[in-house]
């Protein structure tokens, strides 16, 4: 079984030749900093080492053992408190936090890559300071300076962690029914009802567990407009700021499920007792618009979790694919299994997706900070417009790819892969929740065509398009890239294409474009995988012209030519569904006709 190495190679070939350090080093929020590749690269290094020192270890106990309830108590998997505790005390809880609060003040990029290499060594785990980052970020956005400072230290030191309280057993998808009550009481508020699937809702690691948890203040309006933001300690602070008193809050119980079984799942009951001593954070009734602060930043690190697997379930075949020896290799002699056609194509599938993936997501992590930090605010709101417009393809098409790419990591196992030992089906079954939470894939696309394409009549999308029409001219005049700028052309035409007819679809019937809108999303993010794809074929064959026999280089060539040949073209197969939408009597049919 391979041991998950951290991919710093990539990850280094990406900050280093295909982010743009020139506009993140002007940023005033990281003049203390040296801003440039190398700098993020040594702090990405030490990300590295943690991951596969420290959190890697875990991950099959986490699977095996899991997280469980004993006498009311969730108790963490083996090895989960001492790994959350070194990570508080390595500060990688707070990245990219502010330094006024705690946090290390570094770019978002930096996050999303040390956030990578999280989710590749234990994605279960990785769930937990996901969360309480999320936390912390709403405490930070929303909240009052006192509770900024009651929480924020000791959440960003791993000293107590902190869950996000969403959803209810009818309110999943749409948070407008929302039942989970809030009585005024003095300067706090008593909260009761039940939350469900909420992670890390309740565990043995840290000493208090910040919960945000959204409800509804008695006579406030039906529907989003009426819910309201609360943070709920699981201990109420005594008069130093420490854990004090047990609040009315537990969790009932954990579920059984699929996969992440290191992360508890739990059913949370508040107010059983008279009620849970909560505070509100922000303006009454504007709970729903506080939370979504965050859920940009989660849905990226979400997506993020499509890259993580997708990288640690390739490593994996890829070990296995050089140690299996089965049939012959076409000179007659016995192989391994890497030798043969199909595997060489699922391997590289893998491996060409998930660099897509990185140098994709890397770029728009860049964007998170010039949106939030560039002192032109005109530019900062533009760049917010394109991070509002890119982040449900991230969250959809990365975790959709993350599946397959765990799926091929299983078959080229064999049936090594279907049974548990090897290790490949934890991923399988691990990354089949990262398309459920944070917005089903399908809310997704939903809110990419319903809400992000339609703000701006589709002109953000446009200047997407320009920018990589740019890519596409300086591929076309580059003497060995040029032979493959005819699949990114295509692409790009057609993502062109389907835009006009999403947009079209808008304003004639709605539900038509709902119905293209998750072929839509994958369309946008295949193409988005091949603009970067593209940049980084340049890359490589330039850099093979100084030294034909650098072998990454040699590898980089091999692998974005295989995107631009295999998996570009399926931008095109999505485009042909978007536009037959237009025409289908899908939505008419009878719900009989089902069967
Ligand atoms: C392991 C796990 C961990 C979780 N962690 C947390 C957590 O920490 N905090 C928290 O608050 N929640 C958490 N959740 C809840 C999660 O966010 C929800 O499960 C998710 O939002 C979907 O809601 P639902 O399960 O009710 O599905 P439903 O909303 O019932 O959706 C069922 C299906 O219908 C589709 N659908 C529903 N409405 C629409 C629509 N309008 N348009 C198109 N399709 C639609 C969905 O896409 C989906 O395919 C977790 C869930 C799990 C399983």
């Not at 940009?296 to 990288?311: T, Y």
């Not at 196992?413 to 089949?432: K, S």
């Not at 692409?491 to 294409?497: R, V």
Request: glycine share 10%; net charge negative.
């Amino acid at each position: 079984m391979a041991n998950y190495r951290a991919p710093l190679e990539d990850i280094e070939f990406v900050v280093k030749n295909l982010i743009d350090f020139d506009t993140l080093a002007q940023l005033p929020a990281y003049a203390e900093y040296d801003m440039d590749g190398d700098f993020a690269v040594s702090v990405l290094e030490e990300a590295g080492k943690f991951a596969s020192g420290v959190l890697a270890p875990n991950r099959e106990a986490g699977d095996r053992v899991g997280s469980v309830m004993v006498d009311g108590q969730v108790k963490l998997a083996p090895g989960y408190g001492d790994a959350f505790k070194q990570m508080g005390e390595a500060g990688w809880y707070a990245i990219s936090m502010p330094t006024d609060v705690g946090g290390q003040g570094l770019p978002e990029l930096l996050n999303t890559s040390a956030n990578e290499m999280w989710t590749a060594a234990d994605i279960a785990f990785s769930l937990g300071p996901l969360l309480s980052a999320g936390a912390a970020l709403a405490i930070h956005a929303h909240g009052s300076e006192e509770q900024k400072q009651s929480y924020l230290p000791k959440m960003l030191s791993g000293e107590w962690s902190g869950t996000m309280n969403l959803t209810e057993p009818q309110s999943g998808s749409d948070l407008a029914t929302i039942k989970t009550k809030a009585v005024p009481q003095g300067d706090h508020y008593l909260i009761s009802g039940q939350k469900i699937y909420i992670s890390f809702g309740d565990h043995d690691a840290t000493s208090n567990i910040i919960h945000l948890v959204l409800a509804r203040i008695e006579g406030a309006p039906e529907g989003t407009g009426g819910i309201s933001l609360f943070i709920v300690p699981k201990f109420t602070l005594d008069a130093d700021g420490n854990a004090g008193e047990r609040n009315d809050v537990k969790c009932v119980s954990i579920e059984h499920k699929l996969g992440i079984h290191g992360s508890p799942t739990c059913v949370m009951q508040y107010g059983d007792n008279g009620g849970a001593v909560g505070y509100l954070v922000g303006k009454e009734n504007r709970g729903l618009q506080a939370m979504f602060t965050m859920m940009n930043e989660a849905r990226l690190k979400v997506g993020i979790e499509g890259l993580g697997v997708s990288e640690a379930a390739y490593q994996h075949a890829l070990y296995y694919a050089k140690d299996r020896v089965q049939g012959r290799d076409s000179a007659g002699q016995k192989a391994a299994i890497i030798k043969h056609a199909d595997v060489r194509r699922m391997l590289m599938t893998m491996k060409s997706l998930t660099e897509a993936m990185r140098a994709y997501s890397y770029n728009e992590a860049v964007n998170f900070d010039i949106a939030h930090h560039h002192p032109d605010r005109e530019l900062g709101a533009a760049m917010q417009r394109r991070v509002d417009l890119m982040i449900p393809v991230i969250k959809g098409w990365m975790t959709e790819i993350g599946q397959e790419v765990a799926s091929l990591g299983v078959q080229i196992h064999g049936g090594m892969g279907y049974v548990e030992e090897t290790g490949a089906a934890q991923f399988y079954r691990d990354i089949r929740i990262a398309a459920i939470y944070e917005g089903t894939n399908g809310i997704q696309a939903a809110d990419l065509v319903g809400r992000k394409l339609g703000m701006d009549g589709g002109q953000t999308m446009m200047s997407v398009i320009a920018e990589m029409e740019d890519t596409l001219a300086a591929m076309q005049a580059h003497d060995k890239a040029s032979a493959f700028a005819g699949y990114l052309a295509s692409a790009i035409n057609g993502l062109k294409d389907s835009t006009a007819a999403v947009l079209a679809m808008m304003q004639s019937n709605p539900q038509q474009a709902m119905l293209a809108s998750f072929n839509y999303m994958m369309q946008a993010g295949y193409c988005f995988g091949g603009y970067h794809m593209a940049r980084a074929m340049m890359v490589a064959h330039d850099a093979l012209a100084v030294d034909a026999t650098n072998k990454q280089m040699q590898a980089k060539v091999h692998s974005t030519r295989f995107y631009m040949e295999h998996m570009l073209p399926r931008a095109e197969m999505c485009g042909q569904s978007v536009r037959n939408s237009n025409n289908d009597d899908l939505l008419s049919m009878d719900d009989e006709l089902f069967g």
